[in-house]
């Protein structure tokens, strides 16, 4: 049979050895081809990104529009941003992908004339959110057009300025929606001036005992190092783990109408100054598994006890789609509130409740009916929020593997010179 020449022919991949015995001519031949081929995969990359469904390419935005900003009057001001980040790649801007918040509010930004550069609009955000996580109150400062005249401005008024949410919530996809603006000093920062920041995360009750819950989260609360309770982030430059939390609170928030406690829907609720790279989600991964009883409440002392234990052991992290960035708290500087942005974005979360309302009430009447036909309940509702893979026989946490200890990730990065340490500092590390 003759082969189809349009069957692509299949990549062959040298080893060491082999390329060290080529001639100078025929490596120099495969790092063209290979160039060649980059060149191609960021070609198809860029094509394939610009085709993204209801994307609006900032650059092209950019382009399109011709706004003379050289005359406009800047103001700095605060915006309360509510949303869903299931279908996004996370908070920050992503050279890879345009699904992300950022790239969808600065390309809201650009297309509403608001900001002329990123660079220029001295923005902050108060909290980076991964891949999945929502948020219900997050916050960004930035410097954007104003309306009104310069003594306007300067005297803090408000009065026939443009209304910024409508403006934006315009042209943002449904599952962002500006709440709130709110008039701020040119160096408030929405990072730096957060005075606390609170998370939520939901899950149901399925086989957990919420009493030994509450039991371990309460050795959380206070000032600790977090170090086996978070992802370290050494190669940016992050040694100290040392965070507060002042308060954590467990309950029940929706009881099933069926009476089956195992489908009633809890949230944990974390109020801190400032939290480490997947801290909430290393904080319930530990809690879900003493809740399972596989672990003791007091396995949480002693991985606060970083001089007994300062090897994190490897853990899975609880899914990040229940987490929610639900509060960003700021001294009271006059936030303004439209009624009727308010009732808009309260129409569209009802539109997605009832879809998703609808969803669960059709698979609980189909696990009610299949629950009748097994002698045991099935309760493993609140297991499958634990990532990764899941052992047969349970291991327990300091029996396990153990990640490297921050004293030898930071001398890891000092000798690939990736960190510099301050002066202070390096004889500590030593």
Known sequence: MAQNPARKQKRKTYTKEELQELSKEELI????????????????????????ENTVSIEETKRKRAFDFSNCIKRHIMLKVLYLGWNYQGLATQEDST??????????????????????????RCGRTDKGVSAFCQAFTLDVRSNLTEEEVHSGSTNSEL?????????????????????VPQGFSARFDCKSRTYKYFFPRGNLDLQRISEAACYLVGSHDFRNLCKMDVKNGVINYIREILSIELKVVSEDPAKVVSYDVCVLTVKGKGF????????????????????EPTVIKDLLNVDINPQKPQYCLANEVPLNLFHCEFDEMGEIVDNDTLISVIHELQRIWTINAVKT????????????????????????????????????????PKCDSLDERIQHYIKKKKIELPENERENAK
Request: proline share 4%; with cysteine.
């Open 99 to 124: 699904k992300t918040i950022e790239h969808e509010l600065f390309a809201a930004l650009y297309k509403t004339c608001l900001v002329e550069s990123r660079e220029t609009a001295n923005y902050h």
């Open 361 to 400: 009430t059709m698979v609980r009447s189909m696990l009610c009916c299949l629950q009748e036909n097994i002698e045991q309940n099935a309760n493993e509702q609140s297991s499958c929020l634990l990532d990764g893979v899941k052992r047969k026989v349970y291991q327990p946490l300091f029996e396990r």
């Open 29 to 52: 031949s495969r790092v063209l081809q290979l160039e060649a081929y980059n060149t191609q995969l960021k070609c198809s990359l860029t094509k394939r990104l610009s085709e993204v």
């Open 163 to 183: 209304p910024y949410p409508k403006l934006l919530n315009r042209v943002l996809p449904s599952d962002i929606r500006v709440l709130s603006w709110t008039p």
């Open 276 to 295: 480490l790279w997947h801290q909430i989600r290393c904080i319930v991964g530990v809690l879900f598994l003493i809740g399972q009883g596989k672990e």
